[in-house]
């Protein structure tokens, strides 16, 4: 803390400008993110590059950590409050420069379930990492989800459940899916904490990410795969 | 800590060096035919008896307590099911079942009122205040009350916030409670929170718990690790072990809990030797597990507190190598702002 008034951030260089706008994501400062993010604009970087090499690059460190058991729910909901920050910044400049967009994912809690910690934690990580995310929020029964992939016409469906009472819906929304023939259009992942990767291949989903880190990358791991398969 | 004999589980704990809590709630519901999504909490009012068959399957077995089906009947989680308003009602009968059947016992039973979290984040980080939450478990609590049970039992909490909530909403009802949190990130809460940090803060309410400790979580090993964690703190507090029985898997249809009876009765000898006075089981735990445990708990001799290797041996692994306690965690990221 004692040297906290002496970092200026227009005074450093790129390369040490990006370094420390990952420490101040690590620490949650949003103030200094947004003033991170306007310097490199300043700079003639591009609204991409800025999300992309500092927010994201950021973000990845974040999410290891958190994966590993390092940093826990509240550092990590300070961290992409503060990613949320720069993010205000970029998000007119992205749709006006028609920045690359990686996919698109829809995401709800499932029917009978109010937590959406983990769900919210998982938009925001995506969302991070390029994503565009339709967040459906709590309580979803099937006929929900079935309406906003329709409507949305995502790559993603997210779901999330973290109580035993409700994990089992997930396989009714699959189910459905299955039913009316669109299962396959698909890329279903699951997650929350009593949920396990054996549980998610039983009930018919693609994976099971056990936090939001692993969902970014499992996402970014299929998207791509979909990608490959449509181009062959 | 003076504690109040006027209460049951006082009394109770005054006379014996282990007791043995229930099983699971929400998975056995589902056995009887309750189905994913719906409220367990509805069943108190539309099926009584099945209700009273889940509590009659605890004490049958052998169960000196067991928790109400009231996990959810808070106005925050009712709310999903457009019942927010009943959430006295919802209470007070689940709490009533549960005093017939374990006044129905022979023997003395209690009744414990179960209180879940709201699936709220708290302020500063959510948006739940300390006194909305505060009056939300305070309305569960004095339905609980008036429906005749002993004590709150306040479970699966991630926050220390919630969990001092709870505190204060036990309190204002006049009543003597228990509180367990789950550890179910690398051997922490969701929040970060190890077994060390839960004791600490037990010791500096002003309306104490009766008992503390872990419910739920990821397997019953991990589980006894954090019992483990709670007795190195030297607390003179009782401690509470309710560990799942297993973990969940997907079989025709429905979800089972791959911990066999045998592997619970292991767990509940070695969480007594771990420092466990009330040990119970959580998700999966049938009343087949608690006859299993029950039996293991009254013929085996107390051991020496286990190691993590021995545990390990018998339940199987941990799901991290560091709980947060032992100082071999994995570090912070240093950063310049922070030093």
């Known amino acids: ?232 | 800590m003076v504690r109040d004999m006027t209460n049951a589980l006082s009394r109770l704990l005054e006379t014996r060096d282990w007791l043995m809590a229930d099983g699971a709630t929400g998975t056995n519901l589902f056995n009887m035919g309750l189905s994913s999504g719906d409220a367990p909490e509805m069943w108190n009012v539309e099926h009584p008896e099945k209700i009273k068959a889940l509590y009659a399957g605890a004490v049958d077995a052998g169960s000196d307590l067991f928790l109400t089906n009231s996990f959810g009947g808070n106005a925050s989680r009712l709310k999903l099911h457009g019942a927010e308003g009943r959430v006295r009602e919802l209470n007070r009968i689940a709490a009533e079942l549960g005093r017939e059947v374990a006044d129905a016992a022979g023997r003395p039973v209690i009744v414990a009122g179960s209180v879940g979290p709201t699936g709220e984040i708290m302020a500063p980080m959510g948006s739940l205040t300390h006194e909305l939450a505060v009056e939300m478990f305070h309305e569960q609590a004095e339905g609980l009350k008036e429906g005749g049970a002993d004590v709150l039992w306040v479970e699966t909490i991630s926050a220390v916030e919630e969990y001092k909530a709870a505190a204060e909403a036990a309190k204002l009802a006049g009543m003597a409670w228990c509180g367990t949190m789950s550890f179910d990130t690398a051997g922490r809460t969701m929040m970060g929170i190890t077994s060390a940090d839960l004791a600490k803060v037990i010791d500096k309410l002003d309306h104490p718990p009766l008992a503390f400790g872990a419910n739920c979580g990821v397997g019953a090993a991990d589980l006894l690790r954090t019992v483990l964690g709670f007795a190195a703190t030297g607390s003179q507090t009782p401690i509470i072990a309710k560990g799942n029985a297993g973990i969940p898997k997907y079989h025709d249809g429905h979800i089972h809990y791959d911990g066999t009876p045998s592997l619970m009765g292991d767990y509940a000898v070695l969480a007594r030797d771990c420092g466990a006075t009330i040990i119970g089981g959580c998700c999966g735990t049938t009343p087949e597990h608690l006859r299993a445990m029950k039996e293991a708990l009254e013929t085996r001799p107390r051991g020496d507190r286990p190691t993590l290797d021995e545990i390990a041996s018998k339940l199987g692994g941990f799901s991290s190598a560091s709980d947060g306690t032992d100082g071999d965690g994995p570090e912070r990221r240093k950063s310049r702002r922070r030093g």
């Open chain 1, 1 to 232: 803390m004692s040297d906290q008034d002496d970092i200026i951030l227009s005074e450093l260089n790129d390369e040490e400008l990006v370094e420390q706008m990952f420490d101040d994501l690590y620490d949650g400062l949003k103030e200094e993110i947004e003033e991170g993010v306007e310097i490199l604009l300043e700079r003639g970087w591009t609204p991409y590059r800025v999300l992309t090499e500092a927010l994201v690059g950021g973000m990845t460190v974040v999410g290891r950590d958190f994966r590993d058991g390092i940093l826990f729910v509240p550092e990590v909901l300070l961290a992409a409050n503060a990613m949320k920050g720069g993010m205000a910044i970029l998000k007119p400049l992205l749709a006006e420069t028609g920045a690359p967009r990686v996919g698109k994912m829809v995401i709800g809690t499932v029917k009978g379930d109010i937590h959406d910690i983990g769900k919210n934690l998982v938009s925001m990580m995506m969302e991070g990492a390029g994503f565009e995310v339709v967040d459906l929020g709590i309580n979803n029964a099937v006929e929900k989800y079935l309406e906003a992939l329709e409507t949305e016409k995502p790559d993603i469906l997210g779901m999330s459940a973290l109580l035993t009472t409700t994990m089992p819906y997930m396989k009714t929304v699959i189910d459905t899916m299955v039913e009316q023939g669109i299962r396959d259009d698909y890329i279903v992942l699951v997650g929350g904490a009593p949920l396990n990767e054996e549980f998610g291949r039983a009930i018919g989903a693609d994976a099971y990410c056990r936090d939001a880190a692993v969902a970014v990358d499992t996402a970014k791991a299929f998207v791509a795969r979909k990608h490959n398969q449509m181009n062959a």
